[in-house]
């Protein structure tokens, strides 16, 4: 015997409303990363039916209902829900009413239907899904600092010897974030920073101060007339990128930033924590250099063996990531100069 599995009318009308914008139904009252999804009800041949939400086509939420028949006469309603996106969970202060309910982090779909077989014997059952909230976004405390070591900001033409600056940039993922079951809406930094933040310490050329401001996902230190020194930004996927501009004094160590985000995702719930930027000077480098120059010959003179013979060299000493204090330029030099003795003496 064939049953078919349906919803309610009063049931179908209240959710699925007449399409209208005037009455679009309590289905509409759920989103998906803020935009609508759109419920439709199919009905299939064999008596099932499923409620499939898309957003902008994209598969969202399918509630699929089948009826079975058991051995003994009875028969069973199988329920299968299957979630691909996340399901904005906003009204948490207590939306009680209706067949679409959003109570603290649940979303209950209260769902009456009607099974009727080929007599037209029709039967009710009332199934409610209850999608429940998962995982809020977070920050560990354990998570290793992010260690960037500074760049050669110089960049010199070997053609021209033109010497141009171009900002280091290093960018990655922040190790202590963990964005939940949601997508994150805003990630921004904290503003002001704590006292423990770092960048209140920060100086350049030599001793000369700095200060940061933060808007919004971007915090940016400053030096004179506004110079840009560094910034550090974060996205909502908890992406960062580190720009440096200016080389940093780092007399007393490493420059040690402690950065305070919080993080908010599309359900509003919220998470605040911290991480760990280390921007470290890059070691000196060793240089060797050696001047070689052949001895002239003291009898048989020629062009080029003659006394005094010379020889150069000069060695470049990069300068990594700091400027180096002007010192004059040695050019190392050998010589000898040695005379014939004047026999008719």
Do not use: C
């Amino acid at each position: 015997m064939t049953r078919t599995l349906q919803l309610t009318d009063e049931a179908k009308a209240t959710l699925f409303g007449d399409g209208t914008d005037q009455n679009p139904g309590e289905l509409s009252e759920i989103t998906s990363g803020g935009q609508p999804v759109d419920f439709v009800s199919v009905e299939n041949p064999d008596g099932s039916f499923s409620i499939v939400g898309t957003v902008d086509g994209v598969e969202a939420i399918t509630i699929s209902f089948e009826v079975v028949q058991g051995g003994d006469g009875e028969f069973y309603i199988n329920t299968t829900v299957d979630q691909a996106l996340p399901l904005d969970d906003i009204n948490k202060d207590g939306d009680t009413s209706g067949y679409i309910t959003n109570d603290g982090d649940v979303i209950s779909i209260d769902l009456p239907l009607e099974i009727s077989d080929t007599d037209g014997d029709t039967s009710n059952i009332d199934i409610t899904v209850n999608l429940e909230d998962g995982q809020d976004p977070s920050f560990s405390d354990d998570s290793e600092a992010v260690v960037i070591t500074e760049t050669d900001f110089d960049n010199v033409d070997p053609e021209t010897g033109e010497v141009t600056q171009t900002p280091g940039e290093s960018t990655g993922k922040i190790p202590s974030f963990d964005m939940g079951s949601d997508e994150i809406a805003s990630m921004t930094f904290d503003d002001p920073q704590g006292d423990d933040s770092g960048l209140g310490n920060i100086t350049y050329d030599g001793g000369k101060e700095t200060d940061y401001e933060v808007d919004g996902n971007t915090i940016t230190v400053t030096g004179e007339n506004d110079e840009p020194i560094l910034s550090i930004t974060v996205d909502i996927d908890g992406n960062y990128t580190v720009t440096q501009y200016e080389p940093i004094d780092q007399d007393a160590g490493d420059v040690d930033l402690n950065l305070s985000v919080t993080a908010v995702d599309d359900d509003g719930d919220s998470a605040s924590g911290s991480f760990n930027i280390v921007i470290v000077d890059p070691e000196g480098v060793d240089v060797t250099d050696e001047v070689n120059i052949t001895e002239g010959d003291q009898e048989s003179w020629t062009e080029g063996n003659a006394y005094p013979v010379s020889g150069s060299s000069s060695v470049v000493i990069d300068s990594s990531s700091d400027d180096h204090a002007l010192r004059p330029y040695i050019l190392i030099q050998k010589s000898l100069q040695l005379w014939k003795p004047n026999l008719m003496a």
